[in-house]
C-alpha cells in the first residue's frame, strides 16, 4: 500500500490549497478515507472522512464550511480542498486509509501546509 | 467529544525495559474501540494495535495493548532501539474520532 500526497505549499492567510493523495497497491474504491494533520510539535487531529462510495462526507468543526473533502475512485485519488486558510492551518496533512471498523490501517508520509 | 488524556508525556528508558503508557477517556469508549499507533522522528504515524488489543500480523509480540471502559494501556516488553518514538492513542468508538496527545518514549 502506497499512498502519496501532493500539494503542500506556502500560502497566505485566506489563500486556498488543494491537497491530492494517490493510491495504490489496494483497491480504492472498496475503502473509506480520511485526512487526519499534525502541526508542528504537536498532536493528531481528524479533519475529515469520507466514505468509499463518496456519498458520507463528515468534517471537523474546526475547519467546516473552509475544507472541502472529495475522491476519484477512476483515478485512485483523494483529495482536500482548502479555502480559507488561516495560520492555525499550518501543519503535515496526512492521506489514511481507514478500516471498515474505524481504526488507520495505512498513512502517507505527509504534506506539509504553511500559512502565514 | 470524547477526550483522550495520555499520560506520562515523556517517559525515560534504557533498551531492554519494560515501557508502560496509559490513555484515559473522558468517557467509557463504545465496543472498547481504541488504537494505538507508533510514529519515529519525521516518519507518519503507523498502526500498532487496534480494537485495544489486537496486533497487526507485522507488529511484534512486544507490543500488547489493554484495557476497557475510559483506561487503556500501551506496554512494549523489552525496549529496543527502534522502539523509541512517540505514541498516540486513538478512539473510533465515537464521532468525531479524537487522539491523546501523544507520550514520548525517549532513551534515558
Known amino acids: 500500500v502506497v499512498l502519496e500526497e501532493s500539494g503542500g505549499e506556502l500560502v497566505q492567510t485566506g489563500g486556498s490549497l488543494r491537497l491530492s493523495c494517490v493510491a495504490s497497491?489496494?483497491?480504492?474504491?472498496?475503502?473509506?478515507m480520511t485526512w487526519v494533520r499534525q502541526a508542528p510539535g504537536k498532536g493528531l487531529e481528524w479533519v475529515s472522512f469520507?466514505?468509499?462510495?463518496?456519498?458520507?462526507?463528515t468534517t471537523a468543526d474546526s475547519v467546516r464550511g473552509r475544507f472541502t473533502i472529495s475522491r476519484d475512485n477512476a483515478r485512485n485519488s483523494l483529495f482536500l480542498q482548502m479555502d480559507s486558510l488561516r495560520v492555525e492551518d499550518t501543519a503535515t496533512y496526512y492521506c489514511?486509509?481507514?478500516?471498515?471498523?474505524?481504526?488507520?490501517?495505512?498513512w502517507g508520509q505527509g504534506t506539509l501546509v504553511a500559512v502565514s | 467529544e470524547i477526550v483522550l488524556t495520555q499520560f506520562p508525556d515523556t517517559l525515560s528508558l534504557s533498551p531492554g525495559e519494560r515501557a508502560t503508557l496509559s490513555c484515559r477517556a473522558s468517557?467509557?469508549?463504545?465496543?472498547?474501540?481504541i488504537a494505538w499507533y507508533q510514529q519515529r522522528p519525521g516518519q507518519a504515524p503507523r498502526l500498532l494495535i487496534y480494537?485495544?488489543?489486537t496486533r497487526p500480523t507485522d507488529i511484534p509480540e512486544r507490543f500488547s495493548g489493554s484495557g476497557s471502559g475510559t483506561e487503556f494501556t500501551l506496554a512494549i516488553s523489552r525496549l529496543e532501539s527502534e522502539d523509541f518514538a512517540v505514541y498516540h492513542c486513538?478512539?473510533?468508538?465515537?464521532?468525531?474520532?479524537?487522539f491523546g496527545q501523544g507520550t514520548k518514549v525517549e532513551i534515558k
Open positions: 468517557q467509557s469508549v463504545r465496543f472498547n474501540n
Open positions: 480494537d485495544v488489543s
Open positions: 489514511v486509509r481507514e478500516s471498515n471498523n474505524g481504526w488507520y490501517l495505512d
Open positions: 486513538h478512539q473510533y468508538g465515537l464521532a468525531p474520532y479524537t
Open positions: 497497491g489496494f483497491t480504492f474504491g472498496k475503502f473509506d
Open positions: 469520507i466514505s468509499a462510495s463518496g456519498l458520507t462526507v
